[in-house]
């Protein structure tokens, strides 16, 4: 069973929450890409339009958005994700997971393009109290 955790960026006030995306809303993710929009449905938050910006596999390598797939691969960077160089010039070969979401993704990075009539924190802690 393929299971999530969302960290969810409000872009009104700056915070962040945490929930967990399990059983068939975490399948329904399965697939997306950095960047895909979708219904807020999947995280407990129906009536929002949220946008995946990122995450993190089982082993802690970040998605990278210009990394197609859903393979982790080893590539040289001079900067951006998952390495940000000291001195310029400065390149180094990292380990980067792709940017599709795959099963073996542990962590989601997701932000609010479009707000819903409750707000996230009241909707979120309905969801737990269940």
């Known amino acids: 069973m393929v299971e999530f955790k969302a960290v969810i960026a409000d872009t009104k006030n700056g915070k962040a929450y945490n929930t967990v995306v399990t059983g068939q809303h975490a399948n329904r993710l399965l697939g997306m890409?950095?960047?895909d929009e979708f219904d807020g449905l999947f995280v407990s938050l129906p009536g929002y339009k949220l946008m995946i910006t990122g995450g993190s596999d089982k082993d802690g390598?970040?998605?990278?958005r210009d990394l197609p797939g859903q393979v982790r691969k080893r590539i040289m960077l001079s900067g951006g994700t998952g390495f940000?160089?000291?001195t310029g010039g400065q390149r180094r070969r990292k380990h980067l997971r792709g940017n599709k979401v795959s099963a073996d993704i542990?962590?989601?990075?997701?932000k609010v393009t479009s707000f819903g009539p409750r707000p996230i924190e009241e909707q979120l802690k309905?969801?737990?109290?269940k």
Do not use: T, Y
């Not at 542990?106 to 997701?110: A, D, E, F, K, T």
């Open 106 to 110: 542990v962590q989601l990075n997701i």
């Open 126 to 129: 309905q969801e737990e109290a």
């Open 33 to 35: 890409s950095i960047g």
């Open 61 to 64: 390598f970040p998605m990278r």
């Open 84 to 86: 940000h160089p000291v």
